[in-house]
């Protein structure tokens, strides 16, 4: 819809590059750009990450599947916001009923309610979401690759300007089954509903589409695998930049 009002022929030669999220290689020129403290700090947090560190594949769907949820949202005014504590307190309910985990997680990035936690401190949002905070132990890089790399589906939602969040490619990278809200910009390479992953709009329909994932393992498999093979196609770093010169000498989406 943006792109549709660029004047002239702009549109028609605009092509969608891919999914984002971040990785590194060694020896790349963009770190050396960085200050010594900056690069003994990103050290420290083991926050460097390179391809393989997200790369997992799904093999099988053990009898208690988990759920990761863990989300940024821009807004505490938001609809979405304020309807997150219902889905987690639908959850409670669900966990009774044998599903592992859902760990739903909320705070505030670069706006004026709060600073970035990663970077500053949670600041306010401890004041109006603690319940939905999870401890840093759960957050840390190196603890969220391993529990999303052990994790069967992922839930995650769109980002500042309905932007499709990096956890999105993170999720696909690690080959895992994901249910997200309705995806607002194009992605080459036929990522498609259904098939690479599933929508919601509301805690309920979350909630379903979750459900309807969980009675069919067969189901989360074969999304899985969907996802894996995009990753090699379209979104592995060398060849996004492969399918990008492509399309560039093809004219092809």
């Known amino acids: 819809e943006k792109n549709r009002q660029f004047p002239g022929d702009i549109s028609a030669k605009l092509r969608p590059l891919g ?16 200050s010594a403290k900056s690069r003994l700090k990103q050290w420290a947090l083991s926050t460097r990450c390179y391809p393989q560190d997200f790369e997992a594949r799904l093999t099988r769907v053990r009898k208690k599947p988990r759920i990761l949820f863990l989300t940024r949202l821009w807004d505490p005014e938001e609809p979405a916001v304020q309807q997150y504590p219902d889905l987690q307190a639908e959850w409670r309910q669900v966990n009774a009923d044998r599903i592992e985990e859902l760990t739903p997680r909320m705070f505030s990035f ?8 990663t ?21 840390g890089k190196r603890a969220y690759l391993h529990r999303m790399q052990h994790t069967e589906i ?35 390479g036929g990522f498609e509903e259904g098939k690479n992953y599933k929508t919601y709009t509301s805690p309920a329909q979350c909630e379903e589409q ?34 990008a010169l492509r399309q560039l000498e093809t004219g092809e989406l």
Not at 120 to 138: A, F, H
Not at 222 to 243: G, S
């Open 19 to 34: 999914l984002n999220y971040y990785v590194t290689c060694p020896g790349s020129p963009l770190d050396a750009e960085r």
């Open 110 to 117: 670069n706006n004026p309610f709060g600073a970035c936690p």
């Open 119 to 139: 970077c500053t401190g949670l600041g306010s949002q401890l004041k109006v979401d603690p319940e939905l905070i999870v401890p840093d132990m759960l957050t």
């Open 154 to 188: 992922c839930v995650t939602s769109t980002g500042l300007h309905g932007s499709t969040g990096w956890k999105l490619a993170e999720y696909v990278a690690a080959g895992r089954a994901i249910v997200t809200e309705p995806l607002r910009y194009t992605l080459p």
């Open 210 to 243: 979750l459900r309807q994932l969980l009675a069919d393992p067969a189901a989360i498999l074969a999304m899985a695998q969907h996802n894996a093979d995009y990753y090699q196609m379209w979104l592995r770093p060398e060849q996004q930049v492969r399918q």
